[in-house]
T-cell receptor, first 116, second 111 residues
Framework: EPEVTQTPSHQVTQMGQEVILRCVPI?????FYWYRQILGQKVEFLVS????????KSEIFDDQFSVERPDGSNFTLKIRSTKLEDSAMYFC??????????????FGDGTRLSIL | QKEVEQNSGPLSVPEGAIASLNCTYS??????FFWYRQYSGKSPELIMS????GDKEDGRFTAQLNKASQYVSLLIRDSQPSDSATYLC???????????FGAGTILRVKS
C-alpha cells in the first residue's frame, strides 16, 4: 500500500540552527500538510499546500517556517532559526483531492525534532 | 476557537468486550469526521471516516455521527489487546482542509 515517507526519523539540532524536514507524499496525492505534536499534547495543524502554494496556515506557522515542493516528489518543511519550543514530532500528511471534503489524510511516520 | 473534545481516559475494557469512545465538537459547519489510532511514539493511523448522520461499520469498528448533537463516537467490538492505543478524533470543517484533533482517549484492553 502506498505510504507517506519522512526523513530523517530523528533530527537533533542546536538552538538557532536551521533544519529541513523532508517528506515524500503518496504519488497521486495533490494536497500536502504538516502537523506537529509536542510530547503529551494534541496533534496540531501547521500548514497545507496545494498547487505549489500555501492554501492555509495556523498561527504556529510564523515567519520562521517555510514549505517547499522542490521537485515532483519531495515536500519540505524548513525552520529557519530553531527554538527549544520547536522540539516535537513533525508529521507530513497527504490527501488525494482538494475540493472533495471527505478525502482522508494519510500520515507519515514522523520526524522527531529535538532542539538542544 | 474550534474545539474537539475527548475524554482522556484511560478507558479499560476486558478482552472481547465493546469499547466505546466519544468525541464532541464545537463547530456546527464541521463536515467530515475521522478516527485515527496512535500507538505510543508512532504516527496517527486512519481507522474510520464518517460524513453523514447515522452509523458506518467496517469490520470490528462502527463510527456513529449525530450532527444535531455535535457528537461522534467509535465502537470497537471484540476488543483485542492489540487495540490498546490512543484514539484520536479529528474534524474537518466545510471550508479548508485542515484537521482539528482532539487530545485523544487512551484505550487499554486487558487480556
Amino acid at each position: 500500500e502506498p505510504e507517506v515517507t519522512q526523513t530523517p526519523s530523528h533530527q537533533v539540532t542546536q538552538m538557532g540552527q536551521e533544519v529541513i524536514l523532508r517528506c515524500v507524499p503518496i504519488s497521486n496525492h495533490l494536497y500536502f500538510y504538516w502537523y506537529r505534536q509536542i510530547l503529551g499534547q494534541k496533534v496540531e495543524f501547521l500548514v497545507s499546500f496545494y498547487n505549489n502554494e500555501i492554501s492555509e496556515k495556523s498561527e504556529i506557522f510564523d515567519d520562521q517556517f517555510s514549505v517547499e515542493r522542490p521537485d515532483g516528489s519531495n515536500f519540505t518543511l524548513k525552520i529557519r532559526s530553531t527554538k527549544l519550543e520547536d522540539s516535537a514530532m513533525y508529521f507530513c500528511a497527504s490527501s488525494e483531492l482538494r475540493q472533495t471534503f471527505n478525502q482522508p489524510q494519510h500520515f507519515g511516520d514522523g520526524t522527531r525534532l529535538s532542539i538542544l | 476557537q474550534k474545539e474537539v473534545e475527548q475524554n482522556s481516559g484511560p478507558l479499560s475494557v476486558p478482552e472481547g468486550a465493546i469499547a466505546s469512545l466519544n468525541c464532541t465538537y464545537s463547530d456546527r459547519v464541521s463536515q467530515s469526521f475521522f478516527w485515527y489510532r496512535q500507538y505510543s511514539g508512532k504516527s496517527p493511523e486512519l481507522i474510520m471516516s464518517i460524513y453523514s448522520n447515522g452509523d458506518k461499520e467496517d469490520g470490528r469498528f462502527t463510527a456513529q455521527l449525530n450532527k444535531a448533537s455535535q457528537y461522534v463516537s467509535l465502537l470497537i467490538r471484540d476488543s483485542q489487546p492489540s487495540d490498546s492505543a490512543t484514539y484520536l478524533c479529528a474534524v474537518k470543517i466545510e471550508y479548508g482542509n485542515k484537521l482539528v484533533f482532539g487530545a485523544g482517549t487512551i484505550l487499554r484492553v486487558k487480556s
